[in-house]
């Protein structure tokens, strides 16, 4: 099945301590893309692949940090997590040109 | 600053009526649109797009949308709202077509009642 996947679904950390949010996609996808959602202000994009090796900042990239090293993998790094990166956070992938996003089913993050 | 609005946070449609959700923008450029729908606990589901063309763009579930360029709106349409419709909607635009940054509307909830 053609899918984006996340791990984990929900997730509880404390102030400071580093962790990862990993995405997998298995539709060969050059692009991969991260984004927050928060009540009030929709999805924010965190940070953007155009391919392997290839990532540029999104509207909300501080604090995050990402790499793609292969091309179905976008893993989200958190290395100094903090209490306002309390969101609900979703990775997606298209192929080429304008092409709808698939998304994963979202990582909900909690930050105390 | 380039941007997009659906300006309302709630819909409510009775089952059976046409619903409305509005979307407007402000890009510079050709603006690339997308509809998307996000059911509880889930991610987000592509309804449709206006790449470029006709104005009026059909898509998922019986849904479409009418780009109009003078009003800079693409405001999604369906004539018969069903119960299952209820989820909260997002207009998106993709800013360039070789380029990644999306920007996303804050999300119409939808609610159909019977």
């Known amino acids: 099945e053609a899918q984006v996947t996340q791990n984990p679904r929900y997730l509880i950390t404390v102030t400071g301590k580093k962790l990862t949010v990993t995405c997998s996609q298995n539709?060969?996808?050059?692009?991969m893309s991260w984004y927050r959602q928060d009540p009030g202000l929709g999805l924010r994009q965190i940070y953007y692949?155009?391919?392997?090796?290839?990532?540029d900042k999104g509207d909300v990239p501080e604090g995050y940090k990402v790499s793609r090293k292969e091309k179905r993998n976008f893993p989200l790094i958190l290395e100094s997590p903090s209490p306002n990166q309390t969101s609900l956070y979703f990775c997606?992938?298209?192929?080429?040109?304008?092409?709808?996003?698939?998304f994963g089913n979202g990582t909900r993050l909690t930050v105390t | 600053a380039q941007s997009v609005a659906q300006p309302e946070d709630q819909v409510n449609v009775a089952e059976g009526n046409p619903l409305t959700v509005k979307c407007t923008y402000s890009?510079?450029?050709?603006?690339?649109l997308f509809w998307y729908v996000q059911y509880p606990n889930r991610g987000l589901q592509f309804l449709l797009k206006?790449?470029?063309?006709?104005?009026l763009v059909k898509g998922s579930y019986g849904f479409e949308a009418e780009f109009n360029k003078s009003q800079t709106s693409f405001h999604l349409k369906k004539p018969s709202a069903l119960v299952s419709d209820s989820a909260l909607y997002f207009c998106?635009?993709?800013?360039?077509?070789?380029?990644?940054?999306?920007?996303f509307g804050q999300g119409t909830e939808l609610s159909v009642k019977p």
């Open positions: 890009v510079s450029g050709n603006p690339y």
């Open positions: 539709m060969n996808h050059e692009y």
């Open positions: 692949s155009m391919n392997v090796e290839v990532t």
């Open positions: 997606a992938s298209s192929p080429p040109g304008i092409a709808p996003l698939h």
């Open positions: 998106a635009v993709r800013l360039s077509f070789q380029g990644g940054k999306l920007i």
């Open positions: 206006y790449i470029t063309g006709d104005n």
